[in-house]
Each structure stands twice: as structure tokens, then as C-alpha cells.
């Protein structure tokens, strides 16, 4: 068996960046897109439920943000920016759903609830740290 040479291997790192790019992105604009197809389970009743302050203004608000910053995910346009936003939003999202099952529900239901949570905040701070990689319009920006 032979190592990659280094352009097989930036091939091959710019396929997996984008492959990340698009599982982190594709969850966003999906959840973003749902708070407004249905308000009363994700958008403003979820928000009301767990006590965001501002329901009706933060849910819409929440939603645009997570399909803005999803789709610039997507089209590896802005992509270190747009993890900013969509880091808080996680955080949050963690903070007031997840983190008080623990003490209701108990560490391992948590766990289970909080995957998709965990597993986006990961590809956030992965994508915060290696930029969208090649096949993304910040690299055809920056040539």
C-alpha cells in the first residue's frame, strides 16, 4: 500500500470539508426552515416552552439565522463567520434543552436527546478551526 501524494491527499481533504460542510450545514437550514413550518412545536411554542424571552420576535429571528448561516455552510461562502452565529446558537439550544433534562431525566436520556446538538457543535468548531476547504467559493475568493 502506498501514502497519497500530497494533491491526492488536499483531493482528498477538500471531499471530506465538504462532506462536513454540508452534514453541519444541511441540519441547520432544515431545523431553520422547520421553526417556521411549524411554529408551535420548534418556533415559538418550543421557545415559549423552555423560556426563551421574546418568543415571537426570537424564534423567527433563531430560524433565519440558522438558514442564512446553514446555506453560507453549504455554499462554503463566509464559512468562518458564519460558525458564530450558529455556535451561540447551539450553545443555547444546549443550555435550555438539554442541560436541564439532566437533573428531570437523567444523564444517559440526555445524552440521547443531545446528540444532534453535540455533534453540530463539533462541526462547528471543526469548521471554525479549518475553514470550508477547497471546494467552497471562500477558496475561489481567496485565489
Known amino acids: 500500500m502506498t501514502l497519497p501524494n500530497s494533491s491526492e491527499w488536499a483531493a482528498r481533504t477538500a471531499k471530506a470539508l465538504l462532506l462536513i460542510r454540508i452534514l453541519v450545514g444541511w441540519v441547520f437550514v432544515s431545523e431553520g426552515v422547520q421553526k417556521f413550518?411549524?411554529?408551535?412545536?420548534l418556533g415559538v411554542g418550543r421557545f415559549e416552552k423552555v423560556g426563551i424571552p421574546s418568543?415571537?420576535?426570537?424564534?423567527?429571528?433563531?430560524?433565519?439565522?440558522?438558514?442564512?448561516?446553514?446555506t453560507l455552510l453549504l455554499i462554503g461562502l463566509l464559512?468562518?463567520?458564519a460558525?458564530?452565529?450558529?455556535?451561540?446558537?447551539?450553545s443555547v439550544a444546549i443550555a435550555t434543552t438539554k442541560v436541564p433534562m439532566i437533573a428531570k431525566s437523567g444523564m444517559w436520556a440526555m445524552l440521547h436527546e443531545a446528540r444532534v446538538d453535540f455533534s453540530m457543535?463539533?462541526?462547528l468548531l471543526f469548521l471554525l478551526i479549518t475553514g470550508a476547504g477547497a471546494l467552497s467559493l471562500d477558496a475561489r475568493r481567496s485565489r
Open 83 to 90: 460558525t458564530i452565529p450558529l455556535l451561540i446558537d447551539i
Open 121 to 123: 457543535l463539533l462541526g
Open 79 to 81: 464559512t468562518r463567520l
Open 37 to 41: 413550518l411549524f411554529p408551535a412545536q
Open 55 to 70: 418568543p415571537h420576535f426570537m424564534a423567527p429571528f433563531v430560524g433565519t439565522v440558522e438558514i442564512v448561516c446553514g
